[in-house]
């Protein structure tokens, strides 16, 4: 993932996509909004 190499509690699917998502890391403790795109 794309926040800071951390693996997160969210399980993402190669298939999912999500835009302008805050995503929370416990080990940054801050919130990094992100993009994920559909990965075919
Ligand atoms: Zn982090």
Redesign the pocket.
């Known amino acids: 993932m794309p ?2 190499g ?1 693996k997160t509690r969210d399980k993402i699917r190669r298939d999912t996509v999500i835009k302008k998502f805050p995503l929370y ?1 416990p ?2 403790k801050q919130e990094t909004v992100i993009d994920v795109q559909d990965q075919k």
């Open positions: 926040v800071c951390n890391c080990k940054c």
